[in-house]
C-alpha cells in the first residue's frame, strides 16, 4: 500500500514538492522536474528554482497559504501547507526515493501543490479586454470659440474639430454619436483603454491645435467609465468622470473605475464664460433652500485665508437679510485673518456671527444647511464633522475638485474660472434679490477676498473678475483701508527678501525656494507670497516655495499660463489650481521635500505631463 501511495504521488499530473521549514527540498514529484527543467540538488533552496517561492509566503506552523506567480511564461496558483512529519532528521523519510536528497532539520514540512492557470487567466484578460467602456466627450468652449471667428469659417471650425474627434476614435474600434452640438457618446472595448492611456491621450492635443483664425483654441473633456458590474453604472460612472473633469477645468480626461481615478491632460486654464446664466440659477437656488431652514452654518478650510472668511460673510449676509439664523464656523484665525475678522468682533451687529467648531456641532439640527465655502473637499473643511451630520450641504467654490468630494449636496457651483470664491459669491449676490444689501464693512472683506487671492488683480482675472470688483466698489469697499490691513511688517518683508534671494532653479525654468519664516505670524502666507514674487522673474515657468511651520512641510505652487501645478501638486498628495497649488508633507525634511518635487518635474517633463 505505501509502494502504492508512493508512485501514485511521484506520478501526479500537478507539480507538488515538499519543503522543510528554511525551504530546502526534501522531495519532488516527476512534474515539478519536468516544470523546473533541471535536476534538484541536494538541500537546494526552492527559490533558487522560483524566486517568488520564499519566506515571506511560507504559512505558520499547521496552516496554509496561497500565493501566484508567473513562471517561464505559465502563470501558477501555488497552494501550501504545513504539517509535522515523522523521520525528517534521520534521513527515513522515504528513503527509497533517489530524487529525495538528505532529510530535513526538523519534523515541520511545507507542501506545495502548484496549479496552472495560464489558460484561466487568458481567459480572464481577453474578457477583461473586451469589457466596453463608455465615454462622454464634451467640448468645453464650444460657444466661445465659434464666437472668436468669423461667421463664415464657424462651420469650417466646427466640421474640423468634429474630424478630429471621429477619425481619432476609429483607429481604436469605436462607436462614436454625436448626441449634442458639442456632447459625444462613446463606446469601446477596454483593451483600446490601454492604449490610449500610453499615449496620454494625444487627442487633447490634436483639437486645440485647429486653428482657422479662431483666437481661441478649441478644449474638450472626456470622462470614461469602466469595469462597474453593468452598463447602468458604467454610464453613471463616465457621467461622473466628465463632471470631475469639467469641475477641474477641462481639457483633460477622467477614468473611472469603482473608487478608482485617473487623470490625463489639463494642461491649459479654465475658459472663463461670458455668460452670467449659471450664476443666476444657482443664486436662486440657494435662496430657495435657504427660505425652507431656519439655520444657516457657514464654514471654509482649515487654517482659512481672507478669501474662504470674505465668502463667508456674503452668505451670511444673504442669509442675515432673509431674515434666518447664521453662523461662521470659525476655529484657528491665522494672523493675516485677525485684523479682518477683528473688526467684525468689535462690532455689535455682528454678535454671535463667529462661532467654534463644538459650538456649531452643538445647534444643528435638522432644520440646518451647512454652506461650505472656498473648498470642496470634507477633509479640508474647518469641522468636517459638521458635514455628517447636516442633512443639507450647499458647496461654492473656485477650486478645481480632486476625486474626494463632498457627497450628494443639495446645491453645488464650483466655477473653476473665477479668481476667488469672493468673486462667486459677489456675482450670486447680484441675482439673489434686492433686499440683500452688503455692508461697507462686509464688502471690505470681500475685496479683500478678491484682491489677495487674484493677486492684486494678476492671476487668475477676467471680465467677471471686474465686475465683481465693481459691484463690491459700489457696496462701499475702500481700497485704501484694505490695503493698510494686508500690510506686511519689516521682519516678514525681510524674510521674504531672504527667501527670494536663496531660490535655486532646476531645468532651467523652475524655481525652487525655502522660506524662513521662523518668527513670522503667519509662516504659510509668507511661502505664498514668495512663490508669486519669483514669478515675476522672466524664464521661470513655475515657483515652488517650500516652509517648514508646525512640523509640516508647506510647499506653495506658482505658474503664469506654461506649467499647471495642480497636477503637479497632486502626484504630492495636493492640489488647487492649473497657476495656484499647494501640497503638505509630514513625513520627510526640507531637502527630501525637494527632491520630491525635483523628481516629479522631471519624470512629467520626460513624459509630456507637463
Not at 88 to 113: H, Q, V
Not at 245 to 257: C, N, T
Not at 515 to 528: F, I, K, Q, R, Y
Request: glycine share 8%; aromatic share 8%; with cysteine.
Amino acid at each position: 500500500f505505501d509502494q502504492a501511495q508512493r508512485k501514485l504521488l511521484s506520478e501526479m499530473s500537478v507539480p507538488y514538492v515538499i519543503i522543510d521549514e528554511e525551504g530546502c527540498i526534501l522531495w519532488a514529484d516527476s512534474e515539478f522536474l519536468r516544470l523546473s527543467g533541471e535536476k534538484v540538488k541536494n538541500r537546494q533552496h526552492i527559490d533558487e528554482i522560483i524566486p517568488e517561492l520564499n519566506f515571506s509566503v511560507f504559512p505558520p506552523a499547521d496552516g496554509k497559504s496561497e500565493t501566484t506567480f508567473d513562471f517561464r511564461e505559465m502563470s501558477f496558483k501555488a497552494h501550501l501547507r504545513s504539517f509535522e512529519m515523522d523521520g525528517l532528521d534521520d534521513g527515513s523519510f522515504w528513503n527509497s526515493e533517489k530524487r529525495r536528497p538528505a532529510g530535513g532539520k526538523s519534523g515541520r514540512a511545507i507542501g506545495i501543490y502548484l496549479y496552472d492557470e495560464t489558460l484561466i487567466r487568458k481567459l480572464q484578460k481577453d474578457i477583461q479586454d473586451q469589457e466596453l467602456a463608455i465615454g462622454l466627450l464634451y467640448i468645453d468652449n464650444y460657444d466661445e470659440a465659434l464666437e472668436s471667428i468669423d461667421e463664415v469659417r464657424r462651420s469650417l471650425l466646427t466640421a474640423l474639430v468634429n474630424r478630429k474627434i471621429n477619425k481619432f476614435f476609429q483607429n481604436y474600434d469605436t462607436v462614436i454619436k454625436n448626441i449634442e452640438k458639442d456632447k459625444y457618446i462613446l463606446v469601446f472595448q477596454r483593451q483600446y483603454l490601454e492604449k490610449l492611456k500610453s499615449t496620454k491621450f494625444p487627442i487633447l492635443d490634436e483639437v486645440r491645435s485647429v486653428n482657422i483664425g479662431n483666437d481661441m483654441s478649441v478644449t474638450i473633456s472626456l470622462g470614461i467609465g469602466v469595469r462597474n458590474g453593468t452598463y447602468i453604472r458604467t454610464y453613471d460612472a463616465a457621467r461622473a468622470a466628465i463632471d470631475l473633469a469639467l469641475g477641474r477645468g477641462g481639457d483633460q480626461v477622467v477614468i473611472k473605475g469603482g473608487e478608482n481615478i485617473e487623470y490625463y491632460g489639463g494642461k491649459s486654464g479654465s475658459v472663463e464664460k461670458n455668460t452670467k446664466v449659471k450664476a443666476r440659477v444657482k443664486a436662486h437656488a440657494l435662496r430657495e433652500l435657504i427660505e425652507s431652514k431656519d439655520k444657516i452654518f457657514i464654514m471654509g478650510h482649515s487654517m482659512p485665508d481672507i478669501d474662504a472668511f470674505g465668502s463667508a460673510v456674503g452668505v451670511y449676509r444673504i442669509a442675515k437679510g432673509m431674515g434666518k439664523e447664521a453662523h461662521i464656523v470659525l476655529d484657528q484665525i491665522t494672523s493675516s485673518l485677525e485684523i479682518m475678522v477683528d473688526r467684525f468682533r468689535n462690532n455689535s451687529d455682528y454678535d454671535g456671527m463667529i462661532i467654534s467648531s463644538q459650538q456649531a456641532l452643538d445647534a444643528i439640527d435638522p432644520l440646518s444647511i451647512v454652506v461650505v465655502v472656498d473648498v470642496n473637499r470634507p477633509s479640508h473643511t474647518e469641522c468636517p464633522e459638521l458635514l455628517e451630520k447636516a442633512k443639507q450641504v450647499v458647496v461654492l467654490d473656485h477650486h478645481r475638485q480632486s476625486s474626494e468630494v463632498i457627497v450628494n449636496p443639495s446645491l453645488s457651483y464650483i466655477e473653476t474660472a473665477a479668481s476667488s470664491a469672493c468673486e462667486v459669491i459677489a456675482e450670486i449676490m447680484q441675482y439673489i434679490g434686492d433686499d440683500i444689501k452688503l455692508k461697507p464693512l462686509e464688502a471690505d472683506a470681500m475685496f479683500a477676498g478678491v484682491m489677495i487671492d487674484s493677486n492684486g488683480f494678476v492671476t487668475k482675472t477676467g471680465i467677471r473678475t471686474f465686475e465683481a470688483a465693481a459691484y463690491l466698489r459700489r457696496c462701499g469697499a475702500d481700497v485704501t483701508r484694505i490695503r493698510k490691513a494686508f500690510r506686511t511688517d519689516m521682519p516678514e518683508y525681510i524674510a521674504k527678501a531672504r527667501s527670494i534671494a536663496s531660490a535655486q532653479m532646476f531645468m532651467g525654468c523652475y524655481a525652487l525656494a525655502v522660506c524662513d519664516a521662523e518668527g513670522a505670524a503667519s509662516p504659510t502666507v509668507l511661502g505664498a507670497q514668495v512663490a508669486n514674487e519669483l514669478m515675476d522673474v522672466s524664464n521661470i515657468k513655475a515657483s515652488f516655495v517650500f516652509t517648514e511651520y508646525n512640523n509640516m512641510i508647506y510647499v506653495s505652487a506658482r505658474s503664469i499660463d506654461e506649467v499647471n501645478v495642480q497636477v503637479v501638486m497632486e502626484k504630492l498628495g495636493g492640489g488647487g489650481h492649473m497657476s495656484v497649488a499647494g501640497a503638505q508633507f509630514t513625513d520627510c525634511n526640507l531637502e527630501e521635500a525637494m527632491d520630491r518635487v525635483r523628481n516629479v518635474l522631471a519624470a512629467m517633463t520626460e513624459g509630456g505631463e507637463i
